[in-house]
């Protein structure tokens, strides 16, 4: 194992422990009542997300493209979403799948948007 993947393969943990922790966050704060509720909920739902967006700043392109091959569709999707802006030098380092499952994701997305602008309009 180089040094650098096994830099790589730290911060995938790391980001899959992020991912772990929000989506545990998320579960949890819907079953959570009280007065106060409402005001906690959007910062502790994203603080993990706020985490994991300043980690893959700071990783080369090379790490972020590794981190998304490795991770399952949904978490990719979640990753995705935190480095797709200025993604050029990660998509041209992504396999042909993900880098189609990103698009046809995108595509996807930008569909029920423009579907839900027609229908408001």
């Not at 990753?79 to 030098?89: I, L, T």
């Not at 189609?100 to 595509?107: P, Q, V």
């Amino acid at each position: 194992m180089t040094p650098r993947k096994g830099i790589a393969d730290v911060h995938l943990t790391e980001v899959r422990s992020l991912l772990s922790l929000q989506k545990l966050v998320e579960d949890l704060v819907p079953e959570q009542d009280g007065p106060n509720q409402s005001e906690l909920d959007p910062e502790i739902q994203q603080q993990y997300r706020k985490e994991l967006r300043e980690k893959l700043k700071r990783m080369p392109p090379k790490e972020v493209a590794y981190i998304l091959e490795s991770l399952d569709p949904n978490e990719r999707l979640v990753v995705w979403d935190e480095v797709k802006e200025g993604a050029d030098p990660i998509l041209a380092l992504l396999s042909d799948d993900v880098l189609e499952e990103l698009i046809d994701d995108s595509h996807y997305r930008n569909e029920k948007n423009d579907d839900h602008c027609f229908r408001t309009a």
